[in-house]
């Protein structure tokens, strides 16, 4: 069965920091590009970062630029979104996915991805 499945999120207050990771089973990461996603309560989800499958070139979302570090660590078969200065308007729930086959590059246009895992909760808040 292929999941995806996110954890890490959490209750943290503004300048703090979060790890988010995201485990596969059933299938390997190894080649695929992985994408972040955040969808805020009333909005459209957005895509936050990505990372590509053969180089892992990362690419970020001007909302997020210098503050979020997206990984893959591809022995554990995980990606990891590192949050640093959080602000309130990143409380979203955070969704990884990934395309069902190789792709050159990556985007972080939703309509390219086939996986998703559940989401994780990210309020930030003081």
């Known amino acids: 069965q292929l999941q995806l499945v996110e954890s890490g999120g959490g209750l943290v207050q503004p300048g703090g920091s979060l790890r988010l990771s995201c485990a596969a089973s059933?299938?390997?990461?190894?080649?695929?590009?992985i994408g972040w996603f955040r969808q805020a309560p009333g909005k459209e989800r957005e895509g936050v970062s990505c990372?590509?499958?053969?180089?892992?070139?990362?690419f970020y979302a001007d909302s997020v630029k210098g503050r979020f570090t997206i990984s893959r660590d591809n022995a554990k078969n995980t990606a990891y979104l590192q949050m640093n200065s959080l602000e309130p308007e990143d409380t979203a729930l955070y969704y990884c996915?990934?395309?069902?086959?190789?792709?050159?590059?990556?985007?972080?246009?939703?309509?390219?991805?086939?996986?998703w895992g559940q989401g994780t909760q990210v309020t930030v808040s003081s």
């Open positions: 996915a990934v395309p069902y086959k190789y792709k050159l590059g990556c985007t972080i246009l939703s309509g390219e991805y086939d996986y």
């Open positions: 990372i590509s499958g053969s180089d892992s070139i990362p």
């Open positions: 059933g299938f390997t990461l190894d080649y695929l590009a």
